[in-house]
Each structure stands twice: as structure tokens, then as C-alpha cells.
């Protein structure tokens, strides 16, 4: 968008693009989670960027294209240089906003400028030329940037689940067709302002021509605002559900493994006595050394070990059981205390979700401190009853922030909860549950607390349904 800098439009400009700036650092902080300094330095290099383009380039003849390609790299380059997030998350950031705002300025300004226009027809008469006089233009400039600022700010928050829990090659494909559309409107602008862009061939006179040329904007703005939007969120969803499937097929074989590993346990219990006979034997004859042997062997057929946990569910022994070996293996302190009360009302199948993807968590976030040369990796487990209720709570090292907010999903962050944690509040959920998540001191620290002597009617009704 092109503005005169003289006299009062000397205001508008800069008011417009203060606004503007503050609006985008807003944005970028966000969703890159980046600092103050970071923000400031990026809209302080953005404004005065912009002021040295308006004074260099603007006023000089330059072409509108080659004046918005400058403009698009200067604020792609600035979100790139200034802020500390993954290159390609940032290139999509960059490349969403230049797109909305574009597209938004477009159509905001053609749709006012039909309007005005029509309005100043019907108040001059129709026999008349109509034209918008400078008072007009500052002030579809105003409201154009306005709704632009506005809509970038209201749906700030729709864009949050895009640039979370994705990879690194998604975010560089999402960004290609947006820069495709970005490029379009620019050339489109360009053949705008080089002529009335859609001729009547005589037929009809200027006052028509304009109203042909913006709506012909109009449409072509809000069919690509659909098409953006579409595309942004629909790859997102679809992005997101191949995760959910993922994440299922990984709970399933999960549980597989599980029932394997109980299987074995099963066939040493059915073989237990003749195992018993031969070590009544072994020891009878003080044969020690044979008969440690032979211990070592059961215990390894049946996948048992020193310290296996007894909760009262095979199958949550089981996975306790895989996680403290997969633990011991990086180098991670295992420390567990955890029982089951008697009849539990929660299902196999929700108990191995809630703590399978607690640990999984736990172990990756210890497993990525190694990197780091953490010296204290730890995994501290506690399961138990507590006022009626059943009570799991997970601590493990880490290296996040304690001002990390734990209701945002992170894949870089150490705890990648993501769909884990939907999962583990989802499966919490069924029994009137509740979650709660802290990091404190370099200690992570999730708690589950589930009613117990209601769960069951509820999950009766549930299945009846």
C-alpha cells in the first residue's frame, strides 16, 4: 500500500505503521515463543526498514512489485535474524502474516474504495465523473489498516495448534503455497497499478471501470483469504489426525508388547514347580553356584529383575518393568514406590495410556539432557490412594524454564507433550479425573488424581450406553 508523505499523511503513514509493527512483534513473540528484546529488536529494525524503503524506494518510480518483494524480505529476513525458534516455524510465521495482512489490506481497501466510491455517486449526481479526493484515500488508509491489525490480533489464537508439534519439512511445505499466493497478489497489484485492470473497451466510463477493477480485487482477495485458510488449517487437522492414528497404532503395539511380556510371565508361573524341584535339588546338594545360574535363567526367561515392581496389575508391572530396563540403559535414576488398591475401577488399557505416556515422556526428556551433559538424570514414581482418590504423580529432571507454560504443547521442549498429554487427559477424563503439570527447579512434575468408589458406576453407565 503506497502513501503520499506530505502533510498529514506524514501522521497517517507513520501511525499506520507503528500500529502494524506492534501488532506482528505481538504475533511472532508469540507463537515463536520469543522474548521481549527479541520482539523489540525485530520491530525497531521492521519500522526503521520500512522508513528507509518508503524514502529510498517509494518516491522514486520503483514499481510496485519490486517495492513489495523488498518489503516481503525485509520481514521475512528480520523474523529469520531476530527470533530463536527453528528456521522453518519461522519462515511459516513470516510467510502467514505477510500473506493475511496482504490479502486483508486488499480487500479492505478495493471493498472501501466500492464503497466510497457509490456513495460519493449517489451524492453527486450520476451524469458526473466520480473520484476519490485525498480526505477519502486517508481515510480508507485508516480503516484498511485498522481491520487488518484487528484481524491479525482476533485470530492470533486460531493459528497456535499450526506451529506446534509439527516437523521440520511441514512447516517449509506449508510455506511454499502461501509465498505463491503472496507473489499472485503482487503481480495482480502491479497490473493494478498500471491501469485500470479490467477494461470495458469503451463500453463503459470510469466510474464503472473502477468499480469493475476493485471488485474484480474483492473477489479475487476473499476467494484467496478461503483458499489460504483452507489450506492452512485443513493441512493442519490432517496433519494432527495422522498423529492421533500414530499415536493409536503406537498404543496398541504397546499394549501387545505388554501382553507378550505377560504371556512369559505366565508360562514361567505354569513351569514354577518343576523349577522349584530343581532348585530343591540344586540347594539340597549345595550346588550354590548352579543354582544362582539357574535363578538368573528363570529370571531372564520371564523378563524378570531385581526390584520389579508389584502393583497388583500384571500388566502395569509389565510396563513398569520395560520402562525401568529401557531407564537403567540411558543412565537414568529409576526410583519407584507403587501400589494398586484393591479393587481397582480403572481399565488395563486407560492405566497403561495415563503412565505410558508419562514415562515415555519422562525417559525422552531425561534421554535429551544427556546431550547436554546432565550430570542428575532422574525418574521418581509414585502410585497410590490418597483421600478416596488414586493418585499418580511423575518427577523427572529437566531443563525447562519454570515459567514454562504446561497447557502449550512444544515439540522442541523437552517434555513433548503433544498428543501425549490429550491422550493422558483424555483417558484421565473418563473417570472424573484431573491432570496437573509444573516444572520448578529443573524438575518436571505431573500429577494425576482419579475418584475411585464412583468410577465404576460411571463406567458402567458408559458402557451400557
Request: proline letters at 2%; aromatic letters at 12%.
Amino acid at each position: 500500500m503506497s502513501m503520499a508523505a506530505e502533510g498529514p499523511d506524514i501522521f497517517v503513514s507513520l501511525a499506520c505503521r507503528l500500529a502494524y509493527t506492534w501488532c506482528v512483534s505481538r504475533f511472532l513473540k508469540s507463537h515463536l515463543q520469543g522474548k521481549s528484546s527479541e520482539a523489540r529488536g525485530f520491530a525497531g529494525f521492521l519500522f526503521g526498514g520500512h522508513a528507509v524503503m518508503a524514502i529510498f524506494l517509494e518516491n522514486r518510480m520503483i514499481p510496485h512489485i519490486l517495492y513489495a518483494i523488498c518489503s516481503h524480505v525485509l520481514f521475512i529476513g528480520l523474523a529469520l535474524a531476530m527470533f530463536g525458534e527453528e528456521r522453518g516455524k519461522k519462515l511459516l510465521a513470516a510467510v502467514i502474516l505477510e500473506t493475511m495482512t496482504g490479502l486483508i489490506w486488499n480487500f479492505g481497501e478495493s471493498f472501501f474504495c466500492c464503497a466510497s466510491l457509490i456513495f460519493i455517486h449517489i451524492a453527486t449526481g450520476s451524469g458526473q465523473a466520480t473520484f476519490l479526493g485525498t480526505w477519502a484515500e486517508r481515510g480508507i488508509v485508516l480503516l484498511t489498516y485498522a481491520g487488518g491489525i484487528t484481524a491479525v490480533n482476533l485470530l492470533s489464537r486460531l493459528f497456535s495448534p499450526v506451529f506446534s508439534d509439527k516437523r521440520k519439512s511441514w512447516y517449509f511445505f506449508m510455506a511454499v503455497p502461501l509465498a505463491c499466493i503472496i507473489l499472485l497478489t503482487d503481480l495482480i497489484n502491479w497490473g493494478a497499478s498500471n491501469g485500470i485492470m479490467v477494461q470495458d473497451w469503451g463500453k463503459y466510463g470510469l466510474y464503472e471501470n473502477q468499480l469493475f477493477s476493485h471488485g474484480a480485487m474483492c473477489l479475487y482477495t476473499g476467494l484467496a483469504m478461503a483458499a489460504a485458510g483452507f489450506f492452512v488449517f485443513g493441512m493442519d487437522k490432517i496433519d494432527r489426525e495422522e498423529k492421533a492414528r500414530e499415536q493409536v497404532c503406537r498404543q496398541v503395539a504397546y499394549y501387545q508388547m505388554l501382553e507378550d511380556q505377560y504371556s512369559q510371565m505366565e508360562r514361567l508361573r505354569h513351569d514354577l514347580k518343576n523349577h522349584l524341584i530343581a532348585l530343591e535339588s540344586l540347594v539340597q546338594n549345595r550346588q550354590w553356584e548352579q543354582a544362582g545360574a539357574y535363578l538368573k535363567d528363570m529370571a531372564k526367561a520371564g523378563k524378570l529383575e531385581a526390584g520389579d515392581e508389584a502393583t497388583g496389575s500384571l500388566v502395569l508391572d509389565a510396563l513398569l518393568s520395560y520402562k525401568r530396563r529401557q531407564a537403567t540403559e540411558k543412565g537414568i535414576r529409576w526410583q519407584c514406590d507403587a501400589r494398586l488398591p484393591e479393587d481397582f475401577p480403572v481399565k488395563d488399557t486407560d492405566l497403561c495410556i495415563i503412565a505410558g505416556n508419562i514415562l515415555d515422556n519422562a525417559v525422552e526428556a531425561c534421554e535429551r539432557l544427556q546431550e547436554k551433559k546432565w550430570e542428575d538424570r532422574f525418574i521418581q514414581i509414585y502410585m497410590g490412594t490418597v483421600k478416596k482418590c488414586f493418585f499418580l504423580e511423575v518427577r523427572n529432571s529437566t531443563d525447562i524454564a519454570d515459567s514454562f507454560n504446561t497447557e502449550k504443547s512444544r515439540k522442541k521442549d523437552p517434555q513433548n507433550h503433544g498428543l501425549g498429554l490429550a491422550n493422558i487427559k483424555a483417558a484421565a477424563a473418563n473417570y472424573n479425573g484431573v491432570v496437573h503439570m509444573e516444572a520448578e527447579g529443573g524438575v518436571f512434575t505431573i500429577s494425576v488424581l482419579l475418584p475411585l468408589y464412583h468410577n465404576q458406576a460411571i463406567y458402567d453407565r458408559k458402557e451400557s450406553i
